[in-house]
């Protein structure tokens, strides 16, 4: 698309008791902390495809010998051919500990799609196929947790850069839209000075909690870039951005990073 930095957006709802989130750009492996912790004793992998494990015919491998070649350990459950082409579901559903899950997504590998949801570590297979059976019938925009009495989290990755997620937790919007914030700030960074960045300093809720209050819909793109600053234009949006919607014409807010003070400031942009 023009050949421009594929910009930050995030648009969050609150329904039914619940958040959605819609977002970008992020891997799974970048947002999986923020996952857990709001997350049941265990996550189920619903779905999961890679390029980076492939069987000798080119496809992916099984989600259970993806983890076997990871060493995470896991509970394998079969939900048959009748999965099979059903978005957001695959044939065959793992069981991790929660806190094994970042073992999983360890940014070793690049999953292009990905579906999680929270479990209870005593889930049973029953529950597990009433699970599915949510999953694989619950459009794209529908509401989910509500339908489930347990779950708190979902997340659903796809080109393992675009986010979606619904959470009984009004924290991790929040948080979300921060690590995104620090991911674009960050990579700006590593680009600038060619080496990798330990460390690149979160904003407080403060700074997401008031763009959310401003408004649901957001995009974002770098603005001025130095070893000691880098700049986020920032502009709301009447609707939830996608690919192909170009930066308005003016920022409405500049989020600002100071590098050497570790510090994070927002004001009316110029």
Not at 8 to 22: D, H, K, M, N, P
Not at 56 to 75: F, M
Not at 132 to 145: F, K, N, Q, S, Y
Request: glycine share 6%; net charge negative; aromatic share 6%.
């Amino acid at each position: 698309m023009e050949r421009r930095p594929f910009p930050l957006s995030f648009s969050v709802r609150e329904i039914e008791g619940a958040w959605q989130v819609t977002a970008a750009a992020a891997q799974a492996g970048e947002l999986v902390d923020l996952l857990v912790a709001v997350a049941n004793d265990a996550v189920a992998v619903v779905s999961l495809e890679t390029n980076s494990y492939l069987d000798e015919d080119w496809q992916s491998l099984r989600p259970s010998l993806i983890a076997a070649e990871l060493g995470v350990p896991c509970t394998v459950h079969s939900l048959g051919s009748w999965a099979s082409g059903t978005y957001g579901l695959g044939e065959e559903l793992l069981v991790v500990d929660r806190d094994l899950l970042p073992r999983l997504l360890n940014g070793t590998w690049s999953p292009y799609e990905l579906t999680l949801i929270d479990v209870p570590a005593d889930v049973a297979p029953e529950q597990l196929d009433e699970l599915a059976l949510v999953l694989g019938t619950t459009d794209i925009d529908e509401p989910l947790l509500s339908r489930l009495g347990d779950s708190r989290v979902w997340f659903s990755g796809h080109d393992d850069c675009y986010v979606m997620l619904e959470t009984r937790d009004p924290a991790l919007p929040t948080a979300v839209l921060a690590r995104l914030l620090t991911l674009l700030a960050g990579s700006a960074l590593a680009e600038l000075t060619e080496e990798p960045l330990s460390r690149v300093p979160e904003p407080g809720p403060w700074l997401p909690e008031r763009l959310i209050a401003t408004a649901s819909h957001w995009i974002g793109a770098l603005g001025k870039v130095t070893e000691d600053q880098v700049s986020i234009e920032l502009a709301a949006l009447p609707d939830p951005w996608q690919l192909g919607v170009s930066f308005p014409q003016q920022a409405d807010l500049t989020a600002t990073l100071d590098v050497r003070h570790s510090t994070w400031q927002i004001a009316p942009a110029e």
